[in-house]
């Protein structure tokens, strides 16, 4: 909490809380770029297309909320209840859901790119064919989503949870998932080229047909793990060896 500091006379009471946002919300103005709903109460809305841009969201409830195709670029949702809504197609780039509650939401086909998603928890939620790119998940719980045919490449996923996503044909090409858990996870023909896999849980994980080419699984616990069909050449292998270009299947 930040307060001005205030100049104070007898004719005069000066007082200005600047963190408070709350205090200027209008809980009842229209949908409009750079809206202030923060606090507000907006379960079970009907948003769909909304102009949404700049806004401040922090800690609004969106449980159930429809925002199919609404513009949220640049908005600020941390600590935001979106869980159970609707965000097919919506158009949300350099978008802060830091801490968020995302969980049974529907984001198919949304545009994320360049969001911070750090912290949030996006249980079984629907995220196929969506876009986000250079977008950071620490530390977050995407457990159980669906994520195919999305294209996350060059993102961070550091210490995130992943254990039984479904991401097939997902582009994860150069994204970053050190001390991560993709425990159970489906990733058939998905694209892992250069991504960072060091430290990482992937027991039971399927792998068949992806291509982890140029990909450092140092340190990585590959159990039960089924690269049938992988294509593993110049892999950093768990052992730190490096695989033989050309390899699949197997290290050789």
Same mark, same amino acid.
């Given at each position: 909490?930040?307060?001005?500091?205030?100049?104070?006379?007898l004719?005069?009471?000066?007082?200005?809380?600047?963190?408070?946002?709350?205090?200027?919300?209008?809980?009842?103005d229209p949908?409009?770029?750079?809206?202030?709903?923060?606090?507000?109460?907006?379960?079970?809305?009907?948003?769909?297309?909304?102009?949404?841009?700049?806004?401040?969201?922090?800690?609004?409830?969106?449980?159930?909320?429809?925002?199919?195709?609404?513009?949220?670029?640049?908005?600020?949702?941390?600590?935001?209840?979106l869980?159970?809504?609707?965000?097919?197609?919506?158009?949300?780039?350099k978008?802060?859901?830091?801490?968020?509650?995302?969980?049974?939401a529907?984001?198919?086909?949304?545009?994320?790119?360049?969001?911070?998603?750090?912290?949030?928890?996006?249980?079984?939620?629907?995220? /196929? #064919? &969506?876009?986000?790119?250079? %977008?950071? +998940?620490?530390?977050?719980? !995407?457990? @159980?989503?669906?994520?195919? =045919?999305? $294209?996350?490449?060059?993102?961070?996923?550091?210490?995130?949870?992943?254990?039984?996503?479904?991401? /097939? #044909? &997902?582009?994860?090409?150069? %994204?970053? +998932?050190?001390?991560?858990? !993709?425990? @159970?996870?489906?990733?058939? =023909?998905? $694209?892992?080229?250069?991504?960072?896999?060091?430290?990482?849980?992937?027991?039971?994980?399927?792998?068949? #047909?992806a291509?982890?080419?140029?990909?450092?699984?140092?340190?990585?616990?590959?159990?039960?793990?089924?690269?049938? =069909?992988?294509?593993?050449?110049?892999?950093?292998?768990?052992?730190?060896?490096?695989?033989?270009?050309?390899?699949?299947?197997?290290?050789?």
């Open positions: 909490m930040k307060f001005k500091r205030c100049s104070f006379t004719s005069t009471i000066c007082f200005s809380v600047l963190s408070f946002n709350s205090v200027y919300a209008g809980c009842d949908a409009k770029n750079r809206v202030n709903w923060e606090r507000c109460d907006k379960q079970n809305a009907l948003l769909s297309g909304v102009n949404l841009r700049d806004a401040v969201l922090k800690e609004t409830n969106f449980q159930k909320a429809n925002l199919q195709k609404a513009k949220l670029n640049r908005a600020d949702l941390e600590f935001a209840n869980n159970q809504a609707k965000l097919e197609q919506a158009s949300a780039s978008v802060r859901f830091v801490k968020a509650l995302i969980s049974d529907f984001l198919n086909g949304a545009r994320l790119n360049n969001s911070k998603f750090d912290r949030a928890i996006i249980q079984r939620s629907q995220l /196929t #064919n &969506t876009q986000v790119t250079q %977008s950071t +998940f620490y530390n977050t719980d !995407l457990s @159980s989503s669906d994520l195919s =045919g999305g $294209n996350f490449s060059d993102s961070n996923f550091e210490q995130a949870t992943l254990s039984d996503v479904v991401a /097939t #044909n &997902t582009n994860f090409s150069h %994204s970053i +998932f050190s001390q991560a858990n !993709l425990e @159970s996870g489906v990733f058939e =023909g998905a $694209n892992f080229t250069k991504a960072k896999l060091d430290n990482t849980i992937l027991t039971d994980a399927n792998f068949q #047909n291509d982890l080419q140029g990909a450092d699984l140092h340190n990585a616990d590959i159990t039960g793990v089924d690269f049938s =069909g992988a294509k593993l050449g110049n892999v950093i292998w768990v052992d730190r060896r490096r695989c033989r270009p050309g390899s699949i299947g197997s290290c050789l």
